[in-house]
């Protein structure tokens, strides 16, 4: 059974670095193929996809918050982490993390619980 | 970026109701596109891939259609639990992009 769990601070003030830990189980992200990706949700609006990496290290990132983003991943601890510099109020909002199926289409069948994150001063 | 864009939102109907909620995208994608549902509080849940299979545990009253830029997800008979709002995501090319969203609310 693949488990998600998001860990990070709730509040951070503005121009802060916020930095969030997804801790994961039931599947190893070295295995050929798998892949960790992180969405967002303000409150009230629709998801965003943020980031993603795979088993061999490969990194993708939205391209309007690519220079604030940084996703790394200890696959010793099945953890995966994700960086995001200079928080905004308009950054608040639910961060999850997801299990990617690999296949054709690529689709999120794994989410964690979600973190709410409040950017504020 | 691929725009996905859902109608309608909200959609209000009734338990027993037949719904069907759309997706365009700005391109075309293939069968490249999910379906998932969203309770208040919960995280989503993936219902339909490739635009027309059911994720495992989905009720069969789901179903999903469509290629290229138009999709369509449709509820065969609105259940209790099926009150919720519903995303369309493409996985066709970075960054995958979801739909605004459709409400689903009791009329």
């Known amino acids: 059974q693949i488990t998600l769990k998001e860990s990070g601070p709730p509040l951070v003030k503005p121009t802060q670095t916020l930095t969030l830990t997804c801790t994961f189980s039931?599947?190893?992200?070295?295995?050929?193929?798998?892949?960790v990706d992180w969405i967002r949700q303000p409150p009230g609006k629709a998801l965003e996809w943020l980031a993603l990496?795979?088993?061999?290290?490969?990194?993708r990132y939205s391209p309007s918050l690519e220079t604030r983003l940084t996703i790394t991943k200890d696959t010793s601890k099945n953890q995966v982490v994700l960086t995001m510099t200079n928080m905004d109020p308009v950054d608040t909002g639910t961060y999850y993390c997801?299990?990617?199926?690999?296949?054709?289409?690529?689709?999120?069948?794994?989410w964690g619980q979600g973190i709410l994150v409040t950017v504020s001063s | 970026d691929i725009q996905m864009t859902q109608s309608p939102s909200p959609l209000s109907a009734s338990v027993g109701d037949r719904v069907t909620i759309t997706c365009r995208a700005s391109?075309?994608?293939?069968?490249?596109l999910n379906w998932y549902q969203q309770k208040p509080g919960k995280a989503p849940k993936l219902l339909i891939y490739?635009?027309?299979s059911l994720q495992s545990g989905t009720p069969s009253r789901f179903s999903g259609s469509g290629s290229g830029t138009d999709f369509s997800l449709t509820i065969s008979t609105l259940q209790p639990e099926d009150f919720a709002t519903y995303y369309c995501?493409?996985?066709?090319?970075?960054?995958?992009?979801f739909g605004g969203g459709t409400k689903v609310e009791i009329k």
């Open positions: 039931g599947f190893s992200l070295s295995s050929i193929g798998a892949g």
């Open positions: 990496i795979y088993w061999d290290d490969d990194k």
């Open positions: 391109q075309s994608i293939s069968t490249y």
């Open positions: 490739a635009a027309s």
């Open positions: 997801v299990h990617r199926q690999y296949g054709a289409p690529p689709r999120f069948d794994y």
């Open positions: 995501q493409q996985s066709y090319s970075n960054p995958e992009t």
